[in-house]
T-cell receptor, first 112, second 113 residues
């Protein structure tokens, strides 16, 4: 059974810092890994999707990497802003199943 | 605007009530999903529909009954719920199942009294 762990569970940083959020998974036979952002009480917004054949994806200040062999993904946020404050979730879709497994998320606060 | 809408946004119901949650996607996708998000627990997939056919039922109690009349609409019928069913219920869609990017609706906050 796939298990997804996100570290740290919470993070509070001053504006302008570069951040790394971590996601690890136990079964490397994945279809893809997706990073989401969730604002309090709201739905999830897709940030980046990395297919199993890819090593990284970039969108603006965000960069996500994938290392299947070690079961890890990182989400890099450059020059953080207060508007980046949210919970960041990673989800892994494992081969042969439509059921994505989510981590518990990293709650990020960026203060001015 | 995410392209996936959910109604109602908030719902309070008693344990003997029957209610339905509605999800609609305007993205031309073929797969739709129901998720449950409880406090302090990871997001849990409940049901998956692909081309209107249910392809996954993740051991969900029968008091939750999904319905997918077409690729754009998904319902979750609720009856005789328990207080522990109180949660945020999220709908999502994707072009297909599995390897495609998922798009989420804003969710329905359900409270069972």
């Amino acid at each position: 059974k796939q298990e997804v762990t996100q570290i740290p569970a919470a993070l509070s940083v001053p504006e302008g810092e570069n951040l790394v959020l971590n996601c690890s998974f136990t079964d490397s036979a994945i279809y893809n890994l997706q990073w989401f952002r969730q604002d309090p009480g709201k739905g999830l917004t897709s940030l980046l999707l990395i297919q199993s054949s890819q090593r990284e994806q970039t969108s603006g200040r965000l960069n996500a990497s994938l290392d299947k062999s070690s079961g890890r993904s990182t989400l890099y946020i450059a020059a953080s802003q207060p508007g980046d404050s949210a919970t960041y979730l990673c989800a892994v879709s494992t081969g042969g199943s439509y059921i994505p497994t989510f981590g518990r998320g990293t709650s990020l606060i960026v203060h001015p | 605007e995410t392209g996936v809408t959910q109604t109602p946004r908030h719902l309070v119901m008693g344990m003997t009530n029957k209610k339905s949650l509605k999800c609609e996607q305007h993205l031309g996708h073929n797969a739709m999903y129901w998720y449950k998000q409880s406090a302090k627990k990871p997001l849990e997939l409940m049901f998956v529909y692909n081309f209107k056919e249910q392809t996954e039922n993740n051991s969900v109690p029968s008091r939750f009954s999904p319905e997918c009349p077409n690729s754009s609409h998904l319902f979750l019928h609720l009856h005789t719920l328990q207080p522990e069913d109180s949660a945020l219920y999220l709908c999502a869609s994707s072009q297909g199942g599995g390897s495609y990017e998922q798009y989420f609706g804003p969710g329905t906050r359900l409270t069972v009294t």
